[in-house]
């Protein structure tokens, strides 16, 4: 199994920074893809940024230019630096993990995810 550790999340005003971080453990062969999503009551999950193993990066038109994911292969960790936030960027946000692992004489490939962590921008 892969145990994903999120922090970095709190309370902010608009205008202003957060950095998320999301620390991979775990019988792991390699991560692959990582990446942030985010949540708010009653709407569907959606794609916030992701990261290649060879940082190729994906974002949201809505974060462009104000969210940068980054990752550190050697600690499993990716990290969400968010600025110039605002009130429509508050959301449970989740860390996305797709890596291999051991099992036994095997591996496995697959995708988890981190309990969240709540993001709150007020205005």
């Known amino acids: 199994q892969v145990h994903l550790v999120e922090s970095g999340g709190g309370l902010v005003q608009a205008g202003g920074s957060l950095r998320l971080a999301c620390a991979a453990s775990?019988?792991?062969?390699?991560?692959?893809?990582m990446g942030w999503y985010r949540q708010v009551p009653g709407k569907q999950r959606e794609l916030v940024a992701t990261?290649?193993?060879?940082?190729?990066?994906n974002y949201a038109d809505s974060v462009k230019g104000r969210f940068t994911i980054s990752r550190d292969n050697a600690k499993n960790t990716v990290y969400l630096q968010m600025s110039t936030l605002k009130s429509e960027d508050t959301a449970v946000y989740f860390c996305?993990?797709?890596?291999?692992?051991?099992?036994?004489?095997?591996?496995?490939?697959?995708?988890?995810w981190g309990q969240g962590t709540q993001v709150t921008v007020s205005s």
């Open positions: 990261i290649t193993r060879i940082d190729s990066t």
């Open positions: 775990g019988t792991i062969s390699s991560i692959n893809t």
């Open positions: 996305n993990v797709e890596a291999t692992l051991y099992r036994g004489l095997y591996t496995y490939t697959g995708e988890f």
